[in-house]
């Protein structure tokens, strides 16, 4: 039994290194809006059957390299924060296919769903309501996706508190009324249908103190 067990993983690592040997590889380059190499832009490969994502960082150079692709059809899309760029969508990668894209970037718009939890707290504008929901909504999750990525107005928000403090009530006992009217007051001005805060964290004074760039070794991330 050992040694059937043991034929059984070799062919396993057979067809495993088998389909390694066979991946497809996407390159190209990244340059930004005035043609200058980009550095630090992910560069991404959806597979859109499953929806797995491959992430590489350009370099220096603006050079970017996605190996060990299985074949399928994929999107392939670039993220730089304020930056944009076309994505290429139905890309049919089979084998040991290797295929180029470059990308040329444009000026985009920095959204607030963009920032660190760290650039969040410094850039969010004071007001009744920040420190309530820094010390109790984000005890469990930032404003990022929760929050900035999905607009509501004021009836909208205080649902959504609501249900956290039913959810949450044995953690949160001191999210009294008056707290939740801050917070909910905050995220209608912050994230609501028709917000008064600042759309873009780039327009807010102190932005760019908080961007941090990307140093040449931290490209080899994948």
């Known amino acids: 039994m050992c040694a059937f067990r043991s034929f059984l993983a070799f062919l396993a690592l057979i067809a495993t290194s088998s389909l390694c040997a066979r991946a497809a590889t996407v390159t190209g380059t990244v340059k930004g809006p005035g043609g200058d190499p980009y550095m630090g832009a992910f560069v991404q490969a959806k597979n859109q059957q499953n929806n ?3 992430s590489v960082l350009s370099d220096k150079q603006g050079r970017y390299r996605i190996g ?13 924060i304020g930056y944009k760029a076309e994505p290429q969508s139905g890309v049919k ?4 296919q290797n295929v180029s894209f470059d990308f040329a970037l444009q000026q985009g718009t920095v959204r607030w769903s963009d920032l660190s939890l760290s650039q969040g707290m410094k850039l969010l504008p004071e007001g009744k309501g920040k420190d309530a ?7 469990c999750h930032g ?6 990525s999905i607009p509501r107005n004021e009836n909208g928000w205080r649902d959504r508190i609501n249900y ?18 801050g917070v909910v007051s905050y995220l209608s001005h912050m994230f609501g249908n028709d917000p008064t805060a600042p759309r873009s ?5 102190g932005y760019k ?9 931290a490209m080899g991330i994948a």
């Not at 404003?143 to 900035?148: D, G, H, T």
């Not at 964290?201 to 004074?205: L, N, Q």
């Open 209 to 217: 103190d908080t961007v941090r760039s990307f140093s040449e070794e």
């Open 164 to 181: 956290m403090r039913k959810a949450m009530w044995w953690q949160l006992p001191r999210f009294d009324d008056d707290k939740a009217d």
């Open 68 to 80: 060990s692709l299985p074949a399928g059809s994929y999107q392939i899309q670039i993220r730089a």
């Open 143 to 148: 404003f990022q996706n929760v929050m900035a």
């Open 93 to 96: 990668l089979v084998g040991d």
């Open 133 to 139: 929901l820094r010390s109790n909504c984000m005890v």
């Open 52 to 54: 797995m994502l491959y």
């Open 201 to 205: 964290p780039a327009d807010v004074p």
